[in-house]
């Protein structure tokens, strides 16, 4: 009889094979498909560019999709102006070139307040189920928004009641932004607002797409893998190494959403970072889904990122304490991390709220090698350097 590990990696397999033939079935381009568009009530419909096992992106009614509200939100996105003190933008912290995130262990806001929590990469941020490491109630990146923009601890892009409608007021000054919240919201009297920003912004980031990598080359007949990354492939799919329980999906995650969803799971995970004194503490404000419910079984649980573009995403884990792919592998061969000594001193392995997929494995120096291989062939260049996703200010000499 199939083991528990057997049966896991078999039901994972059973509904990675599903959503690909629905993924097939609904098609897309990048990988030899054809585009599906997404007219959502919309003016001007909007065309998804896919790979051919990449499903339809789920687009909220309320904020349909169009290219008038992409082209305004990719000028907000990367827009210093927007800021309360107009030193930063959302691209301050989400760079392109390193797949939309900033290359920092933690995040800086524009006052200099360091962010707890390192920041998450964009790419796909569209298939999404939840939008932050550890918040499971953020669940459209209209509302997400809300917290880097108007947050106060930290203080991350500083809009207030005190300047916020002198930032919209320097937007209104621009005779371009003028035009391009016409075009956005057609019909409206003064569509300069922060409502129609947020949405925009989201609209943009939800074309943030990734999925024309080596792997995915090597997916469509396209390109065949180096000898060490196939065998890193297998590993990581594989019942030794068990990567694939919590990175399984298209999009190397276990948080999926999607316009078919119908049952949308989201799990969090405690993989044995820290264990501070034995009793299972994470260091504060870092404990994970436990800052909201205050629950001890949900101490350390955080969201498991896509490991898409993982190669260019480094320092890793939610607080950017780990530095290099091969630690990362280290840290999850070890079961967990074993920190000797200083405020955080505790054993991770033995963390009584661990995953039970986080166990010691049995990995050769070589079987790393190979799987961190692999993992650098998830890096999609088209994405790290498509002028459709890039700084629109600095392609016209304005910065």
Request: proline letters at 6%; hydrophobic letters at 35%.
């Amino acid at each position: 009889m199939a083991n528990h590990h057997s049966l896991t990696r078999m039901a994972a397999q059973a509904a990675g094979l599903a959503s690909l033939l629905g993924a097939l079935a609904l098609g897309g381009c990048g990988g030899g498909g054809t585009s599906v568009s997404d007219n959502s009530g919309s003016s001007t419909s909007w065309s998804w560019v896919l790979p051919s096992f990449f499903p339809t992106p789920k687009v909220p009614e309320a904020n349909p999709i169009t290219e008038a509200k992409v082209d305004l939100g990719r000028f907000l996105f990367y827009d210093r102006r927007l800021s309360g003190n107009g030193t930063q933008a959302c691209a301050s912290c989400h760079v392109q070139s390193k797949a939309f995130t900033d290359g920092l262990t933690t995040s800086i806001g524009s006052t200099g307040q360091h962010h707890p929590r390192n920041a998450q990469g964009l790419a796909n941020v569209v298939y999404n189920a939840t939008l932050t490491w550890a918040n499971p109630s953020l669940v459209t990146l209209e509302k997400q928004m809300e917290t880097p923009l108007f947050g106060t601890d930290p203080i991350e892009m500083g809009v207030n009641d005190g300047n916020k409608d002198a930032i919209l007021a320097r937007l209104a000054a621009d005779a371009s932004y003028k035009d391009k919240f016409a075009k956005a919201y057609p019909g409206q009297g003064s569509p300069i607002t922060w409502g129609n920003a947020i949405h925009a912004i989201a609209s943009f980031q939800r074309t943030i797409l990734s999925g024309n990598s080596p792997y995915d080359q090597y997916l469509q007949g396209k390109a065949k893998l180096p000898p060490a990354a196939e065998r890193g492939m297998n590993l990581f799919f594989g019942e030794k190494a068990e990567c694939f329980h919590c990175h399984s999906s298209f999009n190397f995650n276990d948080q999926i959403v999607h316009a078919g969803s119908r049952i949308v799971e989201t799990p969090f995970h405690n993989t044995g970072l820290y264990n501070i004194g034995g009793t299972g503490a994470f260091p504060e404000p870092n404990r994970g889904v436990y800052e909201l419910t205050l629950l001890v079984k949900d101490m350390g649980k955080f969201r498991a990122p896509s490991l898409r573009n993982v190669e260019v995403t480094g320092p890793y884990m939610h607080d950017g304490s780990i530095t290099t792919l091969e630690d990362v592998l280290d840290f999850y061969a070890a079961g967990g991390r074993n920190i000797t000594s200083g405020p955080h001193a505790g054993d991770g392995r033995a963390n009584p709220n661990k995953n039970d997929f986080i166990n010691q494995i049995n990995l050769t120096a070589q079987e790393r090698a190979d799987i961190v291989a692999f993992l650098k062939t998830l890096t999609d260049q088209d994405l790290l350097t498509n002028p459709k996703l890039s700084d629109p200010f600095a392609a016209a000499g304005a910065k």
